[in-house]
Nanobody, 114 residues
């Protein structure tokens, strides 16, 4: 079955960096576009960024553009989210999600605080 497992979250000070990973299994990862989404405390789910199946095209929410980078390694069935210059408003649980179908991971917590 489809399985998505996020890792790499943690606590960091404003201006810091984190790199999240998403391990995918149970489907043809290299054929699927993928999202990163997040849910902050008391907020709804928010799209962060996406990458196409071959990793050639990525798109970002305006608030993270220039700070976050989505990448993937299809040989390893992995997707990544490099987050730089983190801000308190980036605090959220981050999820990887397959674009097609309602498949999510369990999420990884990112907390940005001084």
């Amino acid at each position: 079955q489809v399985q998505l497992v996020e890792s790499g979250g943690g606590s960091v000070q404003p201006g810091g960096s984190l790199k999240l990973s998403c391990s995918a299994s149970g489907f043809s990862f290299s054929s699927e576009s993928m999202h990163w989404v997040r849910q902050g405390p008391g907020k709804g789910v928010e799209w962060v960024g996406s990458i196409n199946s071959r990793g050639q095209i990525s798109q970002y929410q305006q608030s993270v553009k220039g700070r976050f980078t989505v990448s993937r390694d299809n040989a390893k069935n992995m997707m990544y989210l490099q987050m730089n210059n983190l801000k308190p408003e980036d605090t959220a649980v981050y999820y990887c999600k397959r674009v097609s179908g309602d498949y999510w991971g369990q999420g990884t917590q990112v907390t940005v605080s001084s």
